[in-house]
């Protein structure tokens, strides 16, 4: 999977956007044909490599006829409907315009149809838009990600005349996207860089686990005392990464020093029956010394509810902490292997090319009661039977995908 990670340390709008995705691979002549498509006159845009700190980066402009329609969202969107565009970036680039004017809609008291567009309408935010999301397919990106957002401070002159910084539309699109203040007088984040990020980026954080192929900088127009330029970084998704499957979990905490230890066994049935993924219990030193447990619990985002209940019932804590998290996983599959002790279920797991067998305890566990035999004498048998089947298919199944 191609990645995009736009790394905003000072900020993003749309032509930082442009700059840094060109100056990342994307071709600047390719995406003047592909411009050329939508019914707009009277432009002309412009791609240079200049020096930002010393640093070679990418410039990208538009100049325009400041005579131009004050547009609402149905016009802008009749405009790129009408391009002969390819109908996935007419998408891309309607539904971060939708995302704007859902923004000036709240922060103005109207409605979407009645959004009417001043400097979001202008012949170079429909290019910096629209453009984007041409140089994304031109780097054929299947994913964005981008870091947390820098955010400046002061005032700034627009339309509707002197507003503090961020705009009160940046600040409604930025809702629920991690942000944070900075010591820099001016607007970092332009209303069109936080609707392209906010409607295109599949995550925020920092730089995801990737091969990186190229990068590009693309530098903003206005002088900080930062460096102002964009950091895109263009690569794959690395090969370990491809052959597991992440998943969004959360962690329950709780912390005792209060409770009959002979209560944590009946505890181990009552969380899992509750859905739980996984338990487990650590010994911490608490307050004053006390030696004391700490539960923590996995669990799937719809059983957060039933297990912290259960945790309150069942425990003497107060209280339980809860973190939203993720977890990478083996491709996993159970199966049922023949034994000279019976049949047993085996728990593979496979990730580029490496197997992992665990045959399952309670199944081993009852045949080795049921024939007097050490456990580990059930488990053993299980465990090669499991390595003679997988390892043989696992080895045709290469064979067959190199012959192809």
């Given amino acids: 999977m191609k990645i995009a990670y736009f790394h905003c340390t000072s900020g993003v709008s749309g032509d930082m956007c442009l700059g840094a995705l060109i100056h990342a691979g994307a071709d600047f002549n390719i995406l003047k044909q592909q411009v050329a498509l939508l019914p707009l006159k009277n432009y002309e845009i412009f791609y240079e490599q200049i020096s930002r700190n010393g640093i070679s980066v990418g410039k990208f402009d538009v100049k325009y006829s400041d005579d131009h329609p004050h547009r609402h969202l149905s016009d802008i969107l009749q405009i790129i409907d009408q391009s002969e565009l390819n109908p996935e970036i007419k998408k891309r680039a309607g539904e971060i315009f939708t995302t704007l004017a859902r923004a000036e809609a709240k922060v103005h008291g109207t ?16 290019i910096d838009i629209v453009g984007t999301v041409i140089c994304l397919s031109l780097l054929k990106v299947d994913k964005v990600v981008a870091s947390p957002l820098p955010i400046g401070h002061g005032f700034i002159k627009c339309a509707h005349g002197i507003l503090p910084v961020p705009a009160p539309a940046t600040r ?3 809702k629920g996207i991690p942000q944070y203040g900075i010591d820099i007088e001016g607007e970092l984040v332009t209303p069109t860089g936080a609707a392209i990020v906010a409607t295109l980026a ?17 530098a903003g127009t206005k002088e900080f005392a930062i460096p ?8 794959n998704e690395s090969a370990g990464i491809l052959d597991m499957k992440r998943e969004e979990v959360y962690l329950l905490e709780a912390n005792i020093d209060d409770m009959n230890p002979e209560f944590f066994s009946y505890l181990w049935e009552r969380i899992f029956s509750s859905g739980a993924l996984d338990m ?21 985002e719809s059983r957060v509810n039933p297990l912290v209940e259960t945790l309150l019932k069942e425990t003497s804590s107060l209280g339980v902490r809860v ?7 083996c491709r996993r599959k159970k199966t049922t292997v023949n034994t000279k002790y019976g049949p047993i279920t085996v728990k593979v797991g496979e990730m580029g090319g490496n197997l992992n067998l665990a045959p399952e305890y309670e199944d081993c566990k009852i045949l080795a009661q049921k024939y007097q035999v050490p456990l580990k004498e059930v488990y053993l048998e299980a465990l090669c039977e499991a390595k003679k089947t997988f390892t043989t298919n696992f080895n045709i199944n290469n064979n067959n995908k190199e012959g192809n």
């Fill in 111 to 126: 409605t979407l149809d009645k959004v009417h567009f001043h400097e979001v309408g202008a012949v170079d935010t429909i």
């Fill in 172 to 174: 409604e699109i930025l």
């Fill in 202 to 218: 599949h995550s925020f954080g920092p730089l995801p686990e990737m091969v990186v192929e190229s990068y590009g900088f693309g």
């Fill in 228 to 235: 102002n330029f964009l950091s895109v970084s263009i690569g």
């Fill in 280 to 300: 487990f219990i650590m010994p911490v030193l608490m307050k004053k010394g006390r030696p004391g447990s700490l539960i923590n619990v996995l669990c799937p």
């Fill in 323 to 329: 973190h939203k998290d993720f977890r990478y996983c």
